[in-house]
């Protein structure tokens, strides 16, 4: 079982900078992917960023150069920095932890952005 606890959400104006963290619990193991998916209302979840264990980083197109995703292994803790939002980024950013051919989510984080 892996528990994920997300954090840092909010309420920010356009053109400003979240940072989202969530720490992970439980039986992780030390080769695994953590990431970052987003859901808006109406539409699917769909994929942010993510980075595995040795560090490579993959992201979505609509975040690259905007978004930057890390890791602290010591911590079992990822962290999505948000820079330059807009306001299609709005939506609840989930995080995942996949490892074993499994995936697990936390109970996602809600951010906002204002005009």
């Known amino acids: 079982q892996v528990q994920l606890v997300e954090s840092g959400g909010g309420l920010v104006q356009a053109g400003g900078s979240l940072r989202l963290s969530c720490a992970a619990s439980?039986?992780?193991?030390?080769?695994?992917?953590m990431g970052w998916y987003r859901q808006a209302p109406g539409n699917q979840r769909e994929f942010v960023a993510r980075?595995?264990?040795?560090?490579?980083?993959i992201f979505d197109a609509s975040v690259k150069g905007r978004f930057t995703i890390s890791r602290d292994h010591a911590k079992n803790t990822v962290y999505l920095q948000m820079n330059s939002l807009k306001p299609e980024d709005p939506a609840v950013y989930y995080c995942?932890?996949?490892?074993?051919?499994?995936?697990?989510w936390g109970q996602g984080t809600q951010v906002t952005v204002s005009s």
């Open positions: 439980g039986s992780i193991s030390s080769i695994n992917d």
């Open positions: 995942t932890l996949k490892q074993l051919g499994y995936a697990s």
């Open positions: 980075v595995t264990s040795s560090g490579t980083t």
